[in-house]
């Protein structure tokens, strides 16, 4: 028997998670022997995550509460929040490996959309939510569509890069082509919200979220307004496919990816 990887997921109340079981598949289809755990913490991660990686792991997601805290260790690219960290190998003589961060939202999402059809370039985008991972988001769809962004606190603004093609959203001015919610609890003010904005024909409603109450009341919105719903599981595939190849250089199949998307879980 070959090596065994070990990889896992680091969060908070994440029982929920697919990660483990979208990996195995993964792990099986390229034959490799792995181990995928779920470390749900109620701490801080960083201790945990050294501690990791000094005992043999390979890799590790990042999801909530602590991708940004992750980001400020761990992030090369400056990026506010990151969901993957792998070892890379500094090129010095004394070959020293480092623990590295890449954030895989944006381009999950995006994959998911073309895997669907989805054409984003060019197009009408709002992105509601701009906490860690719609931030990502945000700074990688900026350059592909004209994206509008909303967010509760409107200091979250400030933080916003002026050399992004950002919009900050105003009721009633445009109307969308996909709108992309990245709020995970709802409150009645933000589905009124919702409620008024204004959707091109064949528009898409995507909740980035998955296995979460938001899924049930944004996809009932979306019927109301006669529009495509997708929830976050598809994005969750694609940036799981990220990480497999960041960390063993390996592409999953379409075929896997879209069968794991379309079974019931």
């Known amino acids: 028997m070959g090596m065994k990887y070990k990889l896992g997921i ?14 195995s598949s993964f792990g099986k289809e390229a034959d490799i022997q792995l181990t995928y755990d779920i470390f749900d913490l109620d701490a801080g991660p960083l201790e945990f995550i050294e501690k990791f990686f000094e005992e043999g792991g390979t890799g590790l997601n990042i999801t909530k509460p602590f991708k940004e805290i992750v ?18 190998t500094k090129a010095d003589p004394n070959n020293n490996t480092v623990i590295k961060g890449t954030s895989t939202d944006g381009a999950g999402l995006l ?11 060019n197009k009408n ?22 994206l509008h962004v909303w967010n509760r606190s409107k200091n979250k603004y400030n933080q916003l890069d002026p050399s992004q093609n950002l919009k900050i959203f105003e009721e009633n001015k445009t109307s969308y082509d996909l ?36 899924n049930e009341r944004l996809h009932a919105l979306a019927k109301t307004k006669n529009i495509n719903f997708l929830d976050g599981r598809g994005m969750l595939v694609e940036q799981a496919a990220l990480s497999f190849k960041e960390w063993f250089g390996i592409i999953p199949t379409k075929e896997i990816k879209n069968k794991i998307k379309n079974e019931r879980l």
């Open 10 to 23: 680091v969060g908070k109340d994440i029982a929920y998670s697919l990660s483990p079981y979208i990996h």
């Open 125 to 146: 985008v709002l992105l509601l939510g701009l906490g860690g991972a719609g931030y990502a988001i945000a700074n990688f769809l900026s350059h592909i569509c004209s």
């Open 179 to 214: 709108v992309i919610s990245c709020v995970s609890s709802l409150d009645e003010a933000y589905l009124e919200l919702i409620s008024d904005i204004k959707f091109n024909a064949e528009a898409h409603f995507v909740d980035i979220n998955y296995r979460n109450l938001s």
């Open 111 to 121: 994959e998911d959309l073309i895997s669907r059809g989805i054409n984003v370039k």
């Open 71 to 88: 980001a400020e260790r761990y992030s090369s690219l400056g990026d506010v929040s990151i969901n993957t960290l792998s070892l890379e």
